[in-house]
């Protein structure tokens, strides 16, 4: 009997990724792994199990990367990032090429394959992406240029919807 994929009990995340979310979160600040878990959802609308999470903290623990930090309510762990976790993110961050490959092939699979998008309409549609991911470093610099992006993306939007009727 072939099930639906609609009957499946929740959505994954690609290996590595909580891993390397984990990290990036106790980069921000220190946090137990509910608060994990719960950032994990705001951030990526899945929110990993217990089962999943723990485990991972023992072993980035056991690895170097992370240390217990002790908390004012002492029933609490919270964890933050050791040295060696803290050079481990920057390295991350330097070269975020498994990151952007992973989310382009997912982008690709998602509108080509799943949307069923035309080829032309997702070459542009890719591109404008990949001019975003381009340009948004420069306006992360100036709240000048922050504004004018929001701009042209608010226009952009504006448009789109106007060819649609879309509310």
């Known amino acids: 009997m072939r099930r639906h994929f609609k009957t499946h009990r929740h959505t994954g995340i690609p290996k590595g990724f909580l891993w390397h979310i984990t990290l990036q979160l106790l980069r921000r600040e220190y946090l137990s792994g509910s608060e994990i878990m719960e950032q994990f959802l705001e951030y990526t609308d899945y929110k990993p ?3 999943s999470v723990y485990p991972l ?3 980035l623990q056991k690895s170097g990367l992370i240390e217990e930090v002790v908390d004012e309510d002492p029933s609490l ?3 933050r990032l050791t040295d060696l976790g803290r050079e481990e993110v920057e390295a991350a961050m330097a070269d ?3 990151m ?3 989310q382009k092939t997912l982008r690709k699979i998602y509108w080509r394959l799943h949307r069923n998008i035309p080829e032309d309409l997702y070459t542009s549609f890719s591109g404008f992406l ?5 340009s948004h470093h420069y306006a992360l610099d100036s ?11 608010d226009e952009a939007a504006i448009n789109m919807k106007k060819m649609g009727d879309i509310e």
């Open 49 to 51: 199990s217990p089962g």
């Open 57 to 59: 903290l023992s072993q």
């Open 77 to 79: 762990k919270r964890y």
């Open 96 to 98: 975020d090429s498994f």
């Open 100 to 102: 952007r490959k992973r």
């Open 130 to 134: 990949d001019s975003f991911e381009k």
């Open 143 to 153: 709240q000048e240029k922050k504004i004018e992006l929001i701009k042209i993306i």
